[in-house]
C-alpha cells in the first residue's frame, strides 16, 4: 500500500495567507472579535450579493443560530421542519435540541438535495413552517422548482450551503435563495478561517437576531439606532445598556485573527471556483455513462469540494475504496450517507430507509478534488477508479 499522496481536504491558506497574517500579527492588533470581523462580514456580503451576513466559528454554529433565530422571530406558524437525509449532522440537529418537530425527506437522484416530489407530498401531508435544504457538495440543487414550491406552500427556506461555497445555480449563487444561508469556513472545505461559519440574510430581523445571539444576546453588536430603540423600549441607562441581554443568547462568535484570514480568502475565491470546476468537470468526462454520480443544470457553475460518485453496490464500492488506498487516494463515506441511518435519527425517531438515500448510503465514495490538484492527477485517479470497475 503507498503512502497517500491525494488527500480529500487541503488548506487553502497558503504559505503567502501564512506571511500575511504573521505581519499583521506584528502589528500587534486586537485578536478578538472586533472590527475586521465586521469587515469580513461586509466582504463576504458583497461576494455573495446579500444584505448582511453574521461571522461565527463553524458553520454547525451557523445552523444553530439560523433554527435559533427563526424560533426568536415569532414568525413560525409550527415547529415542523423538513430535513434532508443527505447532509450533516449539524444541518439536523439544531432541530431536535431546540425542541422542532423534524420530518425526514428522501434524496434527489440528480443532485442529491431534497427530493422534490417527496418534499411536495410532506409539504401537503404536514404542512410545516420550515423547510431546510442541502446543497450538497456545491453541486447545486434544482432551486425553480425548489422556489416554486416555497411559493405555493409558504414556509421558511433555511439553505445549509455550508458545502456549497461558490457554487452557483444559472448565474444566482447559492446561498442566495433561502430566507437564511449558512456556510462552513472549516478546513477542507472550499475556503478555510481555520474553523468558522456564515450566515447570510436580506432580512433584517433576521440579521439583528444573529447577531444578537452569536453573542450573549446582547444588542452591542447592531446598529446604533437599533441599539437605541431596544433601549427606549426597555427603559435601560447608557451604563447598563452594553450588558443588557435581550435573548438568552450562546456565544458561538469567531475571532479577528479568523476574520483577517477570511478577508484573504474572499480574495482568492474566484480562483478557487474555477480550479474546483475545472476538475469536478474532468472526472465528470472520465465518469459519464460508466459510474453514477450528481447531475447539474448545464448553466449552473459547480464548486465541489470532493468529486461525489455511486458504486452500482456496496461490494463494487469495497473493490473501488481498496484500490484507491492501494494507490495513495484517500477516500470516504459520500458526506455522512442517509443522516436516518445513524443512531442520533434512529433512536429517536425510527430507521429513516429511502431507496435514494439508503444508495448513497452503502454505495457512494469521495475522490479529491482540490485546487492543487492537476490535470494528470485527475486522470490518474479517475483511471484507477475505472480500473477497479
Ligand atoms: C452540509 C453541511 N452542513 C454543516 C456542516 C458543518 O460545518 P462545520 O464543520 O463548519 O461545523 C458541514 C460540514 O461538513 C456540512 O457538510
Known sequence: MKPIQFYLAEDTIDKKDVDQLIDWLKTYPRLTKDKLTVQFQDKWSQWLGTKYSMFCNSGSSANLLMYYVLQLSGRLKNKKVIVPSVGWVTSVSPAIQLGYEPIMCEADPDTFGLDLNHLEALLKEHNPSTVLMVQVLGVPHKMDEMMALKEK?????????????????????????????SFSAYFGHQFSTIEGGLVSTDDKQFNDLLQMNRNHGWAKDLDAETQKAYTQ???????????VFYHPGFNVRSTDLQAFIGLGQVDKLDWIVSRRQENHARYKKHFEGKLYFQKYDAESTICSISFGALAKDNDQRRKIVSSLVENGVETRIFSAGNLGLHPFWYERYGKASFPMADRIHHC???????????????????????EAM
Open 364 to 386: 457512494g465514495f469521495f475522490l479529491p478534488n482540490n485546487p492543487s490538484l492537476k490535470v494528470e492527477d485527475i486522470d490518474f485517479i479517475s483511471g484507477v477508479v475505472l
Open 233 to 243: 423600549k426597555y427603559g435601560i441607562d447608557d451604563f447598563h445598556s452594553p450588558f
Open 153 to 181: 406552500y409558504g414556509f421558511f427556506l433555511l439553505e445549509d450551503a455550508c458545502a456549497a461555497i461558490g457554487a452557483s445555480y444559472r448565474g444566482k449563487k447559492v446561498g442566495t435563495f433561502g430566507d437564511m444561508a
